[in-house]
């Protein structure tokens, strides 16, 4: 939404929106790939010897690893901003009060227009993937680093 305004009458909608990390998906991944881990690295280690409880080792090494990773993703919090025609647009950030005030002060504009023009920075936002892909601004994929122009991969 960098460098986007929209008009306070387009807009139809402003919400909030919690993408949280599902554990538990998470936990049965690990243990289902551990299980796999664990018979298909008995077969390989009875034939390989040491050379195979490495390999094994390695490859739990990695599936704790990435479960990790997984388990550490903070909360993103969202805000949607509906236009009365077809654009969607969201700012994430890991901070639920800069979603929250901005939620408050657009919610605040929509209903007194007349009041003067703010800015507001959001200090944590989250950078990601732009989709659009529909009408005439069909884009594809595009990636964006949170500055500058994004760069188009189709």
């Known amino acids: ?15 909030q929106r919690v993408l949280e990390v ?25 034939g390989a010897g040491a050379y195979g409880l490495a ?3 390695a ?7 990435q479960l990790v990773k997984v388990l550490n993703k903070p909360t993103l919090y969202g805000l949607v901003l509906n236009t009365s025609g077809t654009q969607r647009d969201a700012v994430w950030s890991t ?3 800069e979603i929250t005030y901005l939620v408050g002060e657009i919610t605040k ?18 950078h990601g993937d732009i989709i659009n892909q529909y009408g005439d601004n069909n884009v594809g994929k595009n990636q964006h680093s949170g500055s500058g122009n994004i760069v188009g991969s189709r």
């Open 59 to 65: 490859v739990q090494g990695l599936l704790i690893w």
């Open 109 to 126: 504009a929509i209903g007194h227009p007349d009041i003067a023009q703010i800015t507001y920075n959001v200090q944590h936002a989250v």
């Open 1 to 15: 939404m960098e460098g986007e305004a929209y008009p306070l009458r387009n807009i139809s909608h402003v919400g």
């Open 55 to 57: 390999i094994w080792l």
């Open 95 to 97: 901070d639920r009060s």
């Open 22 to 46: 599902n554990r538990r998906a998470a936990w049965k991944r690990f243990i289902q790939r551990s299980l796999i881990c664990f018979f298909v690295g008995g077969l390989i280690g009875a």
